[in-house]
């Protein structure tokens, strides 16, 4: 897995340094029953669903993931830039309307950006670096049990299809 800046990203990619074969480790049954890890940066991602967040949630995510000393870096800004704020300076550039409560989900969003960007020979390790913070996250908020049945289909179908694409351009 390709990390860029991993001395500045040390806590959001502690989600991903957990991930193993069998899920997310590193939290201890007390530290799971109260709802906290030791890490804030996980803590506060726990609370968001990315598959289903809005631009004003994301802009909330971001303000919080500051306040707990996360610096503002490429992966922020990444995450910033589908808030409201930024959305709706763009928007007022193009014209149209827009609306900051529309429930998105971020990680396909991710995604098909990725597949375009690869499409179009573009260079992909920022947006692939994101990717894998915001799949690392969904991991770890599905191991802490607020996952849902079609939430869990969902994933593993991403999965299995992101497997499938690479094992045939690979």
Avoid at 14 to 39: F, H, K, N, V
Avoid at 42 to 68: F, G, K, T
Wanted: proline letters at 3%; charged letters at 20%.
């Amino acid at each position: 897995m390709y990390v860029s800046g991993a001395g500045s990203n040390a806590g959001i990619f502690a989600l991903q340094a957990r991930q193993g074969a069998e899920g997310i480790t590193g939290q201890t049954a007390s530290t799971q029953e109260a709802g906290a890890t030791s890490d804030p940066v996980a803590d506060v991602m726990s609370r968001y669903n990315l598959q289903d967040i809005s631009p004003l949630e994301i802009d909330r995510l971001v303000e919080e993931l500051r306040a707990v000393g996360h610096p503002m870096n490429e992966t922020l800004m990444m995450l910033s830039s589908r808030g409201a704020e930024f959305m709706s300076h763009a928007q007022d550039l193009l014209g149209g309307t827009y609306n900051p409560n529309q429930r998105l989900n971020l990680i396909s969003q991710t995604e098909a950006q990725l597949r375009m960007a690869r499409s179009m020979g573009d260079p992909t390790e920022a947006t692939e670096s994101f990717l894998d913070l915001l799949k690392s996250h969904d991991r770890d908020r599905l191991s802490a049990g607020f996952a849902n049945a079609d939430l869990t289909r969902e994933t593993i179908m991403r999965e299995a299809f992101a497997a499938n694409a690479e094992r045939a351009t690979g």
